[in-house]
């Protein structure tokens, strides 16, 4: 096998995007319990709160989009990423900074070239899986990249 040809194909795990999800949700609970209790007037609050909950809706359904039309992720040592979309197909996408892959849990950032956004939280491990070993090797390498 060539190195022009070595990349992985991962897909993604539904509970790890529902985890993705529901940690958003709470976050910004958390985030409105917060405002609430600022010592602020109660007009403030409220317009925070206001702000708070629209700016989250909006993060929150861009995200439940990214997921609804993302089936793999496929990245190869040259330094190309695609992600298959809903139709089979393959489109380019660029990284994102944010984006880190660690022993166990890589989370990606991605954005396409007609704007969506694409973000993702991967769960895997080296021993078990040879794509989860295939994102390590070809991690290390995304430094060297021009």
Request: proline content about 3%.
């Amino acid at each position: 096998m060539s190195s022009s040809s070595y990349s992985t194909r991962l897909t993604p795990d539904p509970w790890l995007r529902i985890a993705v999800l529901t940690s958003g949700r709470l976050l910004v609970a958390a985030g409105l319990v917060l405002i609430l209790t600022l010592d602020l007037d109660a007009k403030i609050r409220a317009a925070s709160c206001f702000v708070c909950v629209v700016a989250a809706r909006h993060e929150l359904l861009r995200i439940e989009r990214g997921f609804a039309s993302l089936a793999a992720v496929r990245l190869s040592s040259a330094g190309e990423i695609a992600v298959l979309n809903n139709d089979q197909e393959w489109l380019p996408v660029t990284l994102q900074t944010g984006s880190v892959v660690l022993r166990n849990f890589a989370w990606l950032r991605l954005q396409a070239a007609n704007g969506d956004n694409f973000v993702e939280l991967l769960h895997g491990n080296a021993r078990q899986s040879q794509e989860w070993r295939r994102l390590q090797v070809i991690w290390r390498h995304f430094g060297a990249l021009p």
